[in-house]
C-alpha cells in the first residue's frame, strides 16, 4: 500500500523558519520525481518545488526561491523542504507527490500558518 506521510507543520512567526518532512513507503521511492505543493485557502493547489531522483536537480517556484530548499534522503525514503524567511502568504496546507509517468501518489497534507 502506497503511503505518503508528511510531518512538521505548525504556527509560526513571519521570519521564522520550518522544516516539513514526507516519508513514502510501499514503492521504489528513489526511482520518483518528488514534488511540494501548497493550497492557500480559496485558492487553487500550487506546485512549490521538485527535486530529481538522485536529488541533483531541484527547480523552485518564484514565490519561494531563494527561501526555500528541496532535499531528499533516498535511504530514508524522505523528503524534505526547508523553509526560511517564513511570509503570512506562504500560509497553507503543504502537500507532498511522488510522480513517476502516469503513477501519482499524494500525501494528505501539513498546516503551515505564518502570523504574529
Known amino acids: 500500500q502506497v503511503q505518503l506521510v508528511e510531518s512538521g507543520g505548525g504556527l509560526v512567526q513571519p521570519g521564522g523558519s520550518l522544516r516539513l518532512s514526507c516519508a513514502g513507503s510501499?514503492?521504489?521511492?528513489?526511482?520518483?520525481?518528488m514534488r511540494w505543493y501548497r493550497q492557500a485557502p480559496g485558492k487553487e493547489r500550487e506546485w512549490v518545488a521538485t527535486?530529481?531522483?538522485?536529488?541533483?536537480?531541484?527547480n523552485y517556484a518564484d514565490s519561494v526561491k531563494g527561501r526555500f530548499t528541496i532535499s531528499r534522503d533516498n535511504a530514508k525514503n524522505t523528503v524534505y523542504l526547508r523553509m526560511n524567511n517564513l511570509k503570512p502568504e506562504d500560509t497553507a496546507v503543504y502537500y507532498c507527490n511522488a510522480n513517476l509517468y502516469s503513477s501519482d501518489y499524494w500525501g494528505q497534507g501539513t498546516q503551515v500558518t505564518v502570523s504574529p
Open positions: 527535486i530529481s531522483r538522485d536529488g541533483r536537480g531541484t
Open positions: 510501499g514503492f521504489t521511492f528513489s526511482s520518483y520525481f
